[in-house]
């Protein structure tokens, strides 16, 4: 496997992840939108010679390109099944360059129908030793007239002929829409945004907006999910689900998904369990994880969120999944994938681990499609084939 010496793999070893390996030091928000505000820089200025030079180095140490990993789903074209998560790069400040990190498709929000604040800081929390990390952002983001503008400064164009990156866009509920007039928000945003997006995802599972779990019921969903469908040009759509819901709940929603014909389920957001880390000290405020409020992610996820994957899939295998919840290595995506996700998203791990991650997932998935003389990662989903190391096989 190539094992990635690149430039910018040892600028990420040797800047950023001895900050990572403290729950102290930097503020993780402050690191976070520093990065961003970088990037968005080079997306906006790609044309520059010196940062179209940077980009193409970015893009040769990151881009795996391999016809054997490219699927067609819900009529979008997929060069490779690693995207990132929603919640990175809420208002879509890098939207043009999430393919020169190697990406096959970039979630893109959540965006709300209104600008807003988000909750108080500190809000974003590393937990260093598990990889894992808890925030309690609240939607943080500009609005989705703002997100259109951000688009159009990047020159994404609404052909979605992009060359070709997929971007999907995750649509939340603004905090001062009553939970009763959900509907009508989401619809506000989706509009705006149909032009560009290439799925919507639906999210009604981040627990850091008052209520918004409670729309994860049935009778509440059906109806959300009706009238987008109703919308002229409606994008393939993908319901995003909480770790937290029994599977009952997930029955439920699963026969939804099947009776309103959506495209999907994104399983799964952030956790409010506290996943064996109730006793578990927050430096910065003093307080234990089971006393802190916001969504737990990364390592610790693992295994619910893979649990979660296989239990749909069993349930039935027309639904698409993206898996998304502590992937952080080659072996973790590939069991993801042959649990019945179609493709899977990275956030908590991504920043862990460093860029080369998603190269290092892509070349893991080739060698393994190579062992089990597969000819494309679709015969992989769901085909609980294990992963084999080379001197096992
Ligand atoms: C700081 C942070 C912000 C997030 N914001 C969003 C968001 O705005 N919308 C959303 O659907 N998920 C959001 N997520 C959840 C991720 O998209 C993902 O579902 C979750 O973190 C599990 O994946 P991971 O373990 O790889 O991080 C956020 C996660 C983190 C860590």
Redesign the pocket.
């Known amino acids: 496997m190539n094992d990635h010496k690149g430039l910018f793999n040892s600028l990420y070893k040797n800047l950023i992840s001895p900050i990572l390996k403290k729950d102290s030091g930097i503020d993780?928000?402050y690191l976070?939108n520093f990065s961003l505000s970088l990037l968005s820089f080079s997306s906006r200025k790609q044309n520059w010679p010196l940062i179209s030079s940077i980009l193409k180095s970015i893009n040769k140490e990151f881009c795996i390109i391999d016809k054997r990993l490219s699927q067609n789903i819900c009529g979008i074209e997929f060069c490779n099944p690693v995207g990132l998560?929603?919640?990175?790069d809420?208002n879509g400040v890098a939207a043009k360059i999430w393919r020169d990190f190697g990406f096959g498709f970039a979630?893109i929000?959540?965006v709300t129908k209104f600008a807003q604040d988000g909750n108080p800081k500190p809000r974003?929390f590393r937990l260093a030793e598990e990889e894992?990390?808890l925030?309690r952002?609240g939607?943080n983001?500009k609005g989705a007239e703002n997100l259109v503008k951000n688009f159009i400064e990047q020159g994404i164009d609404i052909t979605k002929n992009r060359n070709h990156i997929c971007l999907g866009i995750?649509f939340?509920k603004s905090k001062i829409t009553d939970l009763s007039r959900a509907t009508e928000d989401y619809l506000t945003s989706i509009k705006l945004l149909i032009p560009y997006c290439d799925y919507a995802?639906i999210?009604v599972?981040?627990p850091n907006t008052e209520g918004l779990r409670k729309l994860q019921d049935p009778f509440r969903l059906r109806e959300i999910l009706r009238e987008i469908k109703k919308l002229p040009f409606c994008p393939p759509l993908f319901v995003?689900i909480a770790p937290d819901l029994g599977f009952n709940d997930i029955d439920d929603i699963c026969q939804l998904i099947i009776e309103e014909n959506i495209d999907g389920i994104?399983a799964?957001?952030?956790s409010i369990d506290r996943l064996g880390l109730e006793t578990r000290k927050i430096k910065e405020t003093g307080l234990l994880l089971s006393q802190e409020k916001g969504?737990l992610?990364?390592?610790p996820?693992?295994d619910r969120?893979n649990r979660i994957i296989k239990h749909i899939h069993n349930i039935n295998k027309e639904i698409i999944l993206i898996g998304?919840?502590?992937?952080?290595s080659p072996e973790i995506a590939w069991e993801r994938i042959c649990s019945g996700a179609s493709l899977v998203?990275?956030?908590?791990?991504?920043i862990y681990k460093g860029p080369k991650l998603v190269p290092d997932i892509l070349n893991g998935i080739i060698q393994q499609l190579n062992y089990h003389q597969l000819s494309n990662i679709k015969e992989a989903i769901g085909s609980d084939l294990k992963w084999v190391t080379e001197n096992k096989k």
Do not use: C, H, P
């Open positions: 993780a928000e976070t998560a929603a919640g990175f809420k979630e929000g959540t974003l894992a990390a925030n952002m939607f983001n995750n939340g995802a999210n599972s981040s995003k994104i799964t957001n952030t969504g992610s990364g390592r996820l693992q969120a998304v919840g502590g992937i952080d998203q990275l956030y908590t791990g991504w």
